[in-house]
């Protein structure tokens, strides 16, 4: 059974349309992420699944109830947000019980509750604080047990970490995992960062403009995006699109540096009927140093010869900006073998790994 | 500015075993001048503003014979509170000889109500306008606001029009009313764009949380109001207690409000001008204000400048 069910979801404020007909679902125990840039109307999504929001038209599952006109209060859900949204005047206790109290949960009940949520996140020594004396992860956390204490149906996350620094995001993120793990409830969390989705998620949502582009696991995402927006948006730094024509139905050709031709053969035949131009995507950890020990470790491994324009070391990795015709591609090498600025460089590209695109349609070939 | 002279005898380099550095010193005594200059400027002005409270202080305390023969400003030779407890019981204004007494009652009578309803109505209001927002409340609010600019002379004739019909000419609660609602502009302003600075997430916590119009108003934003009700208990207080024109008009004689009542003291009497009293009445008159003002002041500062949330 899915735990929430969306059909052809539209949202729009007059003239103006945030949600163009969203179809989502989230299976009991799921984690959903969805994912993209500001703007395209994810938060509006979230808040319309918590009820925060009106519904223009399409219909809310929340498990077996259409939830399109029922109270915030009455969906048994909660939610995380950004801001946190803790009561200032509250106690941490008060903030974790405020919700039992309207519910009214007999006092005994909300105490144990309490107990239980504060023993999960590790905050029993903060209940008698104010959030104004909390720090940043500390109040994470207590917007987490504010959550938690209800068990709901499902649980909502508005961007929960973009406040933190960088090194505590990172902490936050494995331990949301290790809770859901845990605690095994279906999830939708909104965020912008593509590494949150991938790492935390078992099914993303990739939206763009108001619409659902991909709906699928991280790695049926990250290997074949379904078109060059998704392709474009997932991963970091970027998959690199390289305009290319089709020479037969197993190899295509690419504009080299010194303006000649460079001929790829394809990993597997293209289908009847692709046009001839298309748009080559290819991942900068697909992209290598072409050795003969690497072509018999990887048969699909096609080479071509590219200018280094310049190497950027990050300490794991070393990134490396190739000229290629007229435009330039992130290759990701292994710091002992990368190539060095101004050397010429053989490529192995691993194009049982490369997409192609159509450059009219964008989508995947 | 000034050049800063070259020093021969400072060397950054050398030792200085003395500890004695003269541009140190230099910016030492140009700090010691400016803040003078400033102090200066600042105690003339206070003396300038504080000099008429200081004469009323004095004549409340002068015999009127005294008065009589030094004149209206000058340094007190004699010394008593008769004045005081004249003005307070027994002066006689118009006929009846109970001094300001029932006026100051009926001053308080009038402006504690008028004050904590219409910060109320002006609480709720302001909930409402910045955070349950509806169409056309923008619309309603700027309404509001028109209020805010809207001289009270401009609604004398329409109050005189209600209050006559609903019989509450010449009573307090007639006044308690009007204040009520002429107050209604300012209390709503201040607290709407002091509840606009919560944050809108925390009302749709508490949405989920199963909170209500009423429990969200209570549990969340009444918690985090008190610096902003300061301000308009505060703004409300000295406006309505010192109030006048409504009062002049709309009641007479022993229903009056002080500040009406101590026009009747001035205006009133074939006999020779009592200063003594009158300078009592009137500080008698301006204690409440003047004592919020003491005790709230920092208050009132603070609550203004600072917003919900720290």
């Known amino acids: ?365 | 500015m000034a050049e800063i002279a070259p020093d021969a005898s400072f060397d950054p380099a050398r030792p200085n075993p003395t500890g004695f550095d003269p541009e140190a010193a230099a910016a030492t005594r140009r700090h010691f001048w400016s803040r003078f200059l400033v102090y200066a400027v600042l105690t003339l002005f206070a003396i300038v503003y504080l000099v008429p409270l200081l004469v009323v202080i004095f004549n409340s305390l002068r015999e009127q014979s005294e008065i009589a023969r030094n004149g209206l400003i000058s340094v007190p030779r004699s010394f008593r509170f008769d004045a005081w407890a004249q003005a307070w019981g027994s002066y006689c204004v118009s006929g009846t000889c109970e001094g300001m007494k029932r006026n100051f009652f009926n001053s308080l009578a009038m402006t504690i109500p008028a004050t904590i309803i219409s910060t109320i109505l002006g609480a709720m209001n302001g909930y409402i306008l910045s955070k349950w927002r509806f169409r056309g409340s923008e619309l309603i609010f700027n309404l509001m606001l028109l209020g805010v600019f809207m001289p009270g002379q401009i609604s004398l004739m329409p109050w005189a029009f209600l209050l006559g019909k609903l019989g509450l000419t010449n009573s307090t609660y007639g006044l308690v009313l009007i204040h009520v609602v002429q107050g209604i502009s300012f209390t709503t302003l201040f607290c709407r764009n002091f509840y606009v600075s919560i944050p809108d997430d925390l009302i749709k916590a508490a949405r989920i949380d199963g909170a209500g119009f009423w429990r969200i108003f209570r549990k969340i934003i009444l918690p985090l109001s008190p610096p902003i009700l300061i301000v308009t208990v505060i703004w409300q207080f000295t406006g309505i207690w010192n109030e006048y024109l409504f009062g002049v008009v709309f009641t007479s004689g022993q229903q009056q409000p002080i500040t009406a009542a101590l026009v009747a003291l001035t205006a009133g009497g074939t006999t020779a001008r009592a200063y003594d009293v009158m300078s009592a009445a009137v500080l008698i008159g301006a204690l409440p204000p003047l004592l919020i003002y003491l005790f709230g002041g920092k208050y009132f500062v603070r609550g203004l400048t600072q917003g919900a949330i720290k």
Request: aromatic share 6%.
């Open chain 1, 1 to 365: 059974m899915s735990a929430l069910m969306i059909r052809n979801l539209h949202k729009s404020y007059g003239s103006l349309e945030i949600l163009a007909g969203i179809d989502l679902e989230a299976k009991t125990g799921e984690f959903v992420a969805l994912v993209g840039p500001s703007g395209c109307g994810k938060s509006t999504l979230l808040a319309m699944i918590a009820g925060l929001e009106t519904v223009t038209s399409g219909e809310i599952w929340i498990g077996d109830r259409l939830v399109n006109s029922v109270q915030p209060k009455d969906r048994d859900i909660a939610m995380v947000f950004q801001s946190y949204a803790l009561y200032p005047t509250m106690t941490v206790r008060q903030n974790i019980t405020f919700g039992m109290e309207s519910r009214g949960v007999p006092k005994a009940a909300q105490a144990e509750a309490v107990q239980r949520v504060a023993a999960l996140l590790q905050i029993e020594q903060l209940l008698k604080r104010k959030p104004g004396q909390l720090s940043g992860g500390q109040r994470q956390r207590v917007a987490m047990g504010r959550a938690l204490v209800r068990d709901p149906k499902l649980f909502l996350f508005d961007e929960p970490l973009s406040n933190l620094d960088a090194k505590l995001r990172v902490d936050m993120r494995t331990e949301i995992k290790k809770l859901h793990h845990r605690v095994g409830k279906t999830t939708v969390y909104v965020t912008h960062d593509q590494v949150e989705a991938m790492t935390l998620a078992s099914r993303i949502a990739v939206m763009n403009q108001g619409s659902v582009q991909q709906f699928d696991t991280p790695k049926r995402i990250y290997d074949r995006p379904t078109n060059m927006f998704v392709a474009g948006f997932m991963g970091s730094p970027a998959m690199n699109f390289i305009p290319a024509r089709l020479t037969g139905s197993t190899s295509i050709s690419v504009r080299a540096a010194d303006g000649s031709d460079a001929s790829l053969a394809l990993a597997a035949p293209m289908p009847a009927g692709a046009p001839k131009d298309v748009v080559l995507g290819i991942r900068p950890e697909h992209i290598y140093r072409f050795t003969t020990d690497l072509k018999s470790r990887k048969p699909a491994v096609a080479s071509m010869q590219a200018p280094v324009e310049l190497v950027e070391p990050t300490g794991a990795e070393t990134l490396a900006v190739l000229r290629l015709g007229d435009l330039e591609i992130t290759g990701r090498f292994e710091p002992d073998d990368a190539p060095v600025m101004g050397e010429t460089i053989t490529l192995g590209i691993d194009m049982s790994r490369a997409c192609l695109f159509d450059p009219t349609t964008k989508a995947l070939l």
